[in-house]
C-alpha cells in the first residue's frame, strides 16, 4: 500500500485534495497504470519528450502520469491510450460488469407486465 509521504512527491499538484477523495486501493490502481503506460512508452522507444508531443502535453505531465499522480488530467490518461493504440483494452465503467447496477436492476423488475389499458373517450 502507498504511505501518504510518497504521494506527496509530486510538486505541485492538488494532490492534497485528491487524496481526500482516492482510496488507497484506487491510488494503487492509478499507479499501476502509470506503470503500465511507461512501459508501453519504452516498448515503443519513446523518450518523455515524444511521448508528450504524440499525447498533446508537457513532459512533466507525462511524468506524472506515469507515476499515476492523481492530478493529471483524465484526458491525458485517455490520449496517451489512443497513441499507444491501447484504446481497445480499456474497459472502464462497461454496464455489462456494473454488478451492484444489474442486481439493483434485477431487484427492480416487475413479476408481471401489463399492457395499459386504452382510455376511451365518451364525449
Do not use: C, W
Request: no cysteine; aromatic share 6%.
Amino acid at each position: 500500500m502507498l504511505k501518504h509521504e510518497q504521494l506527496n512527491r509530486f510538486k505541485g499538484s492538488n494532490m492534497n485534495k485528491k487524496l481526500d477523495v482516492l482510496s488507497p486501493a484506487m491510488l494503487e490502481r492509478l499507479q499501476r497504470i502509470g506503470r503500465n503506460l511507461r512501459l508501453a512508452r519504452k516498448r515503443r522507444r519513446k523518450t518523455i519528450q515524444q511521448a508528450a508531443e504524440m499525447i498533446g502535453t508537457s513532459p512533466s505531465s507525462v511524468r506524472r502520469m506515469e507515476a499515476g499522480d492523481p492530478a493529471v488530467k483524465f484526458g491525458t490518461f485517455l490520449a496517451a491510450l489512443e497513441v499507444y493504440q491501447l484504446e481497445e483494452a480499456l474497459r472502464f465503467a462497461e454496464p455489462e460488469d456494473d454488478v451492484i447496477g444489474l442486481t439493483l436492476d434485477k431487484q427492480r423488475l416487475p413479476e408481471r407486465v401489463r399492457l395499459k389499458k386504452e382510455k376511451k373517450f365518451d364525449f
